[in-house]
């Protein structure tokens, strides 16, 4: 079947502009992940959707992300006043509950 | 989570055995040893899990000494596919459960002909 699928594959944007990303799950997984990879470096939690709610967004790193899953599927990464630093790779994962996470190909993200 | 140390790179030729070590000196009683591999332009995938003893899967064999503190995957007979990052996660409970998945740098590993 289908798996995790995440669009656009590159964005490039100018610093200080607004960027959405947005993932696929897979279809019936409740559970939905972002992770941020930067060059060289293993992948970093962002935030965790179970069903329609954020259950933990501890790892985004200020209040310009923000993210969104309205009616428990497709979701949106939100990037407000982007900045070189957000420059990186952004990984969607998605699982049934308690069970293995399928990470989709990523967003590489570049911000001029 | 347990802090994981692991080779930053490997080089190995097609048809040989690939081994990486990963230290885990704090791993606590209920952790696990899961490792991921990564393909460039993929995210990150599953390949073996395990707490203690040997793990042998249809991709690698996992073998974890009694204390713990270290684990070893084992990919046998490389091809040039098999080139790509290694990830060693040490995390509580089974598989799934530690949702936060946290991944150290890595071991790139580089299968030449």
């Known amino acids: 079947g289908a798996g995790v699928s995440q669009t656009p594959s590159n964005k490039v944007t100018e610093k200080g502009k607004y960027v959405e990303l947005r993932c696929d799950p897979i279809?019936?997984?409740?559970?939905l992940y972002w992770y941020r990879q930067s060059l060289g470096q293993g992948p970093e939690f962002l935030i965790y959707f179970q069903g329609t709610g954020a259950a933990d967004d501890s790892g985004l790193p200020n209040d310009r992300f923000f993210a969104v899953r309205p009616e428990g599927s497709v979701s949106t990464l939100k990037i407000q006043r982007t900045e070189r630093g957000d420059s990186a790779v952004y990984l969607c994962?998605?699982?049934?509950?308690?069970?293995?996470?399928?990470f989709g190909p990523g967003t590489r993200l570049t911000v001029l | 989570l347990a802090k994981t140390t692991q080779p930053i790179s490997m080089d190995s030729y097609e048809g040989q055995e690939v081994n990486i070590t990963c230290s885990h000196n704090n791993i606590a009683t209920n952790d696990y040893i899961t490792w991921y591999q990564q393909f460039p332009s993929q995210g990150p995938r599953f390949i073996i899990q395990?707490?203690?003893t040997k793990v042998t899967n249809e991709v690698a064999s996992l073998f974890i000494p009694a204390d713990r503190k270290s684990s070893t995957l084992s990919l046998p007979r490389v091809s040039l596919s098999d080139t790509a990052v290694y990830y060693c996660?040490?995390?509580?409970?089974?598989?799934?459960?530690?949702?936060?998945?946290?991944f150290g740098a890595g071991t790139t590993v580089t299968v030449r002909a």
């Open positions: 996660l040490v995390g509580a409970t089974s598989r799934g459960n530690d949702y936060k998945l946290s």
């Open positions: 279809s019936g997984h409740t559970a």
């Open positions: 395990g707490y203690k």
């Open positions: 994962a998605s699982s049934p509950p308690n069970d293995e996470q399928f």
